[in-house]
């Protein structure tokens, strides 16, 4: 593990401060042995390599208020001074630095599919000659990135949904169904900001609502304010939920519904101790490679860079998978540990043996993102005559090995919308 210390600087920027300031720093910056004098060039570096917000001269100039304000005033100037610790990134695992902006790959699972055997088509292709996708023509009703899954489509997913739950309940995993609407301080506790031009939330009107991006936020959300046993842990939950990301792309890579506004995913998330957070992670990156390589799709492993951390991640892997109609790699999953980054925003604490408290770790990853998991199945087990086969571990939930072209599909009208005169 790496450690940013801060070290002593030739010029001395503060003056001692309150316990209850050195309390709050200590939560959200690296170990101390003085306030007096800092040095945040490796905070500084951290935040730059892992390309994320961080204002250190605005924390230096609140700190610098700090010292002389009044009782009124520090109370306001203590919560700013929270508010821009909160924006700080994660400390960066060690063998990450070493990867500059480029991902190490670890390994390649299953056989890339013979491309020559069949002329691949797309996913979007295959989907709609079957008549079991729509995704055209629906902006007058649900918008932009909308999509109608039909018929064995349909059952895929659900399919997909139990095979993933069925087999992290065998991994010990309690089930877990959470809300779709979070207050933004629960997002933003999970690392997310809420507000601004670039974020990915849907904030509901003016409220202090917002739908929910990924089930990890609710999950951690459920442990806010807890102090857990340490014998009970590690805690580990499954999650399936509908996500909802206000970003889309206008990439012809990420066309159709790689990358969409809503989606069911089915989420791993633990909380554990700070001893038992890289084996957690490691269990999770072994629970998806075991998952996709049931489905018989060819996926490789990568070890992120700082660059693709964001903001809570200590270490983070991504699945990739061969998509060979649009003959790319895309990303169909991932897991992070956040050692005590979310902990710390939402109070979750665990008691030792001892009685002392330590901030719990929190690890997430994706068992199962449907849209992405669909595009992979039917690009990669497509064939000649135009039918798809199913994976064997996914035909005990749907009572046939292949699908084909539905031959019924019910009329889709479109009506356009009138604006009525008001004639009251």
């Known amino acids: 593990m790496l450690n940013f210390l801060l070290l002593p600087s030739k010029k001395k920027i503060l003056k001692p401060l309150t316990a209850k300031v050195h309390q709050l720093i200590k939560e959200f910056l690296p170990p101390l042995s003085s306030l007096d004098n800092y040095d945040f060039t490796a905070i500084e570096n951290n935040i730059k390599l892992r390309k994320t917000t961080g204002d250190l001269e605005l924390i230096k100039s609140l700190l610098k208020k700090l010292q002389n304000a009044d009782e009124g005033e520090k109370e306001r100037l203590m919560l700013e001074l929270k508010s821009e610790l909160w924006k700080l990134p994660n400390q960066t695992h060690a063998d990450c630095l070493n990867y500059k902006n480029e991902p190490k790959e670890i390994a390649q699972f299953n056989k890339m599919p013979n491309e020559e055997v069949i002329k691949t088509k797309e996913f979007s292709e295959i989907a709609k000659k079957m008549r079991i996708l729509r995704t055209e023509h629906l902006g007058n009703f649900t918008g ?58 849907y904030r509901l009107n003016s409220l202090e609502k917002c739908l929910s991006g990924t089930s990890e936020m609710a999950l951690a959300g459920y442990f806010k304010d807890k102090i857990l046993k340490e014998e009970d842990l590690p805690i580990k939950l499954a999650s399936v939920s509908r996500c909802f990301r206000a970003e889309t792309s206008g990439l012809q890579e990420e066309k159709g519904i790689y990358r969409v506004h809503q989606f069911t995913k089915v989420e791993m998330f633990s909380v554990c101790s700070k001893d038992q957070s890289d084996n957690i992670l490691n269990l999770f990156k072994n629970i998806q490679i075991e998952l996709f390589a049931k489905l018989g799709i060819h996926f490789k492993l990568l070890d992120m860079p700082p660059s693709e951390l ?15 109609g649009r003959k790319i790699w895309g990303e169909i999953s991932s897991c992070s540990n956040c050692t005590d980054y979310q902990a710390k925003r939402l109070g979750i604490h665990y008691k030792r043996k001892d009685n002392t408290l330590e901030y719990v770790h929190t690890v997430n990853g ?23 086969q199913i994976p064997k571990e996914l035909q005990i939930y749907l009572n046939k090995n292949e699908i084909c072209k539905n031959l019924k599909v019910p009329e889709l009208k479109l009506v356009k919308q009138i604006d009525w005169p008001n004639t009251s």
Not at 310 to 322: F, H, L, Q, V
Request: glycine share 6%.
């Open 144 to 201: 932009h990135k909308s999509y109608y899954l039909i018929d064995s489509l349909a059952e895929i997913e659900h399919a997909l949904i139990r095979f993933a739950t069925n087999y992290l309940k065998s991994k010990n995993f309690n089930i877990i169904s959470v809300p779709d609407v979070l207050p933004s301080h629960i997002i933003e506790g999970c690392g997310m900001q809420t507000v601004g031009k670039r974020t990915q939330v």
């Open 366 to 388: 994706t068992a199962c993102a449907v849209p992405r998991l669909l595009i992979a199945l039917l690009e990669t087990h497509q064939n000649k005559e135009g039918s798809v």
């Open 310 to 324: 964001g903001a809570p991640a200590y270490r983070k892997y991504d699945i990739e998978a061969w998509l060979p």
